[in-house]
């Protein structure tokens, strides 16, 4: 699986951003995708997950109320909507496809294959 990270950039604080994550000739049926980010000098953490067959979406605490992941069975990627977003937003984003449980999707050990990775940059 090929995942494709877009539509990071700069954005003020309070701003919205709304991230992609395609695939290339492949669907996601069966597939967990999940959001993880990494800043400057910190480990990779993970934001948010969603089963492309449905079922409980989780957000890390940082987000809730903020992001929204979802599923775009048109384009077949999933999207993370990013609301209100802060300074401390500031990271490179990827998405990542595996066959994650519930008990796995927070955890990048549940996820199998991994895009590039977008940047965005909150400031003003």
């Known amino acids: 699986v090929q995942l494709q990270a877009s539509g990071g950039g700069l954005v003020q604080p309070g701003g919205s951003l709304r991230l992609s994550c395609a695939t290339s000739g492949r669907t996601l049926s069966g597939y967990t995708v999940g959001w993880f980010r990494q800043a400057p000098g910190k480990e990779r953490e993970f934001i948010a997950s969603i089963r492309w067959s449905g079922g409980p979406t989780l957000y890390t605490d940082s987000v809730k109320g903020r992001f929204t992941v979802s599923r775009d069975f048109a384009k077949n990627a999933v999207n993370l909507q990013m609301n209100s977003l802060k300074p401390e937003d500031t990271a490179v984003y990827f998405c990542?496809?595996?066959?994650?449980?519930?008990?796995?999707?927070?955890?990048?050990?549940?996820?199998?294959?991994w895009g590039q990775g977008t940047q965005v940059t909150v400031s003003s």
């Open positions: 990542a496809a595996g066959r994650a449980i519930l008990s796995t999707m927070r955890f990048e050990r549940g996820y199998d294959y």
